[in-house]
């Protein structure tokens, strides 16, 4: 049995949301699912960028892994989705502001996020096929957008989401 990724995830998404009998219920998962294949593909680089020994099967990957929250990745999307960073960011980066495709990233990571809430706990939303095609193009743009950023602002990103950030 393999790990199911975030190209799965994606894949699994479009199922649902493209499903002849698809309701609702099918749109919101896809919707759901869409955000995770992005929330999982940053915890795999994460995971795999902060462990030197190369072996993804071991626990000490899947505490790295772990270690990522949607609270603290939230936050930190935030202030990268900004054209200039915060001062307070700005001297955790030591740099006054992120690449275009982080800001695309870390913009989408929110849209995504505030979807998924909608998606999982709000009873009155409804959602269509166009909405969940949408969010699932945003997922695949969010991650080409994250995987082109240069690899050192990638790994001020995963470091700054995966610690509480103090300097």
């Known amino acids: 049995m393999g790990v199911v990724g975030p190209a799965?995830?994606?894949?699994?998404?479009r199922l649902l949301a493209g499903a002849e009998t698809a309701t609702d219920a099918h749109f919101r998962?896809?919707?759901?699912?869409?955000y995770y294949a992005l929330f999982h593909h940053v915890l795999?680089?994460?995971a795999t960028r902060f462990l030197h020994d190369g072996k993804m099967d071991g626990s000490a990957y899947a505490v790295l892994y772990r270690g990522f929250s949607h609270g603290r990745m939230k936050t930190v999307c935030e202030a990268l989705s900004l054209v200039t960073l915060?001062?307070?960011?700005?001297?955790?980066?030591?740099?006054?502001?992120?690449s275009s495709d982080?800001?695309?990233?870390?913009a989408t990571f929110l849209e995504l996020q505030e979807a998924?809430?909608?998606?999982?706990?709000?009873?009155l939303e409804a959602f269509t096929f166009e909405d969940a095609d949408a969010f699932i193009g945003d997922a695949e743009t969010a991650i080409m957008a994250f995987d082109r950023a240069e690899s050192d602002e990638r790994d001020d990103v995963l470091a700054l989401m995966l610690t509480s950030g103090r300097g």
């Open 8 to 13: 799965d995830l994606l894949a699994a998404a």
């Open 29 to 34: 998962r896809a919707i759901s699912t869409a």
């Open 44 to 46: 795999a680089a994460g």
């Open 86 to 98: 915060s001062r307070g960011f700005a001297r955790l980066f030591r740099r006054a502001s992120v």
């Open 102 to 106: 982080m800001r695309t990233f870390a």
């Open 116 to 123: 998924r809430h909608l998606a999982d706990y709000d009873p």
